[in-house]
Every structure is written in structure tokens, then in C-alpha cells.
């Protein structure tokens, strides 16, 4: 693993506290925007420093129903070529029709931990995988299982929301989620992200005339 993510994204704080993340940290945030028709889905990649200034974009195109979610987001990774980035944020790990993200994976991969933000609680998504994927569903949810447990916080602006981590643990992921949430329970790169990915997905369809 290149040893240039090994970088400390945290402030130097008093023996016994928690540290903190830095003003000015870096993150890669996602989301995604796509129709059941689609072959492909559209995930918008931004970078955004913790003062909230945008710096940096890219996309990467998942299969619909597909099992390419993690590869597709690495490869978006080492497209931008970012060193600085400290954390992912992701707008939920089950995308493009149940192409699920393998967090493990994606941090093992990059090197930056991973936080999966989602905003209901949910029974789980077997019986779903079973109706749907008969033929990988135990593969789809050994992925899903793989990231263990989601935690349910509540954010600095009274809103609960639920993570998923790897990487780090899940009071800095707690954090880093509530350094980067102006109001409401979105993190600011978040919903950019999805901003993005939304109007790219419209333009593109129609300009593919579909």
C-alpha cells in the first residue's frame, strides 16, 4: 500500500482526549443517481475541505445490479490522484440496484477509512438479495456483512443518523460526519455529491436521447 496515505489527519490534542480532525481536512464524498433501466449507474465523487470549498470531481459508472461498486469507486481514486484525501464519506454503501460497496475493502484498497452515512433504520436487505440476486445473494450480503453493524448517532444539529466505519473508530467517524453537517443530517459533500450526480444523470440522458 502507497505509504503517502499514511499521513496524520488529526490535531495534536492533550494526552487522554480524543483527538480532532483538522480544519482543513479532506474528504471524498459519493453519491449516486441512476434508473432501473439504466445499464449504468452515475456516481459523483467530490473532494471538499473542511472550510466546505470544493476541490476537486470526478464520476465513475457502476453496472446496475452489478457487483463492480468497490472496483469502480478505487479506480475513481487513483483517477484523481489526491493524496490529501483523509476520509471517504459515502452516501450509503447498497447502490446501483444492490451493487454493494465493500467498505473493507475500499480502505484496505486506498488506504483512507471509510464512513457510510445512512438516515433510516432498516431490517436488512436479505429477503430482498433473495428475491432479486438468487444466484449471489450469499455473496451480496457476505460484502454487506462485512462492514459491520451500523451505529446509530445523533449529530451536533439533533438529527440521528446511522454509520458504518472502517478504518478508524466510530467516535472520530462521528466527528468528522458532524465537522462536515451544516443543518439537517447530510453532510455538506454529501449532498453536493448528490446534486451532482442528479443533474449529470438528467443532462446526460437526455442529451443521449433516451
Not at 16 to 22: E, I, N, S, V
Not at 78 to 85: G, V
Not at 90 to 113: K, Q, R
Not at 198 to 203: C, E, I, K, P, V
Request: aromatic share 8%.
Amino acid at each position: 500500500m502507497n505509504e503517502r496515505h499514511r499521513v496524520q489527519s488529526l490535531e495534536t490534542t492533550p494526552q487522554g482526549m480524543t483527538p480532532q480532525w483538522k480544519t482543513g481536512v479532506r474528504v471524498l464524498a459519493i453519491a449516486e443517481s441512476f434508473s432501473r433501466e439504466d445499464k449504468q449507474s452515475i456516481v459523483a465523487g467530490v473532494v471538499m475541505r473542511g472550510d466546505f470549498r470544493i476541490d476537486g470531481f470526478g464520476i465513475c459508472r457502476p453496472t446496475v445490479g452489478g457487483m463492480d461498486s468497490t472496483n469502480s469507486l478505487i479506480s475513481l481514486f487513483q483517477r484523481l490522484e489526491r493524496p490529501d484525501i483523509r476520509a471517504w464519506l459515502l452516501g450509503g454503501c447498497v447502490i446501483s440496484w444492490f451493487n454493494i460497496i465493500d467498505i473493507v475493502e475500499l480502505h484496505e484498497a486506498t488506504g483512507v477509512p471509510v464512513v457510510c452515512v445512512t438516515y433510516n433504520p432498516s431490517e436488512g436487505i436479505e429477503k430482498y438479495l433473495k428475491e432479486y440476486f438468487p444466484i449471489d445473494w450469499k455473496q451480496r450480503l457476505q460484502i454487506m456483512e462485512r462492514g459491520g453493524t451500523r451505529m446509530e448517532v445523533t449529530l451536533g444539529t439533533g438529527h440521528r443518523i446511522y454509520l458504518t466505519v472502517s478504518g478508524l473508530s466510530k467516535t472520530r467517524a462521528k466527528q468528522l460526519v458532524d465537522q462536515f453537517t451544516l443543518d439537517g443530517r447530510v453532510p455538506e459533500p454529501i449532498r453536493v455529491a448528490r446534486i451532482e450526480a442528479a443533474g449529470l444523470h438528467r443532462d446526460l440522458r437526455q442529451i443521449d436521447g433516451k
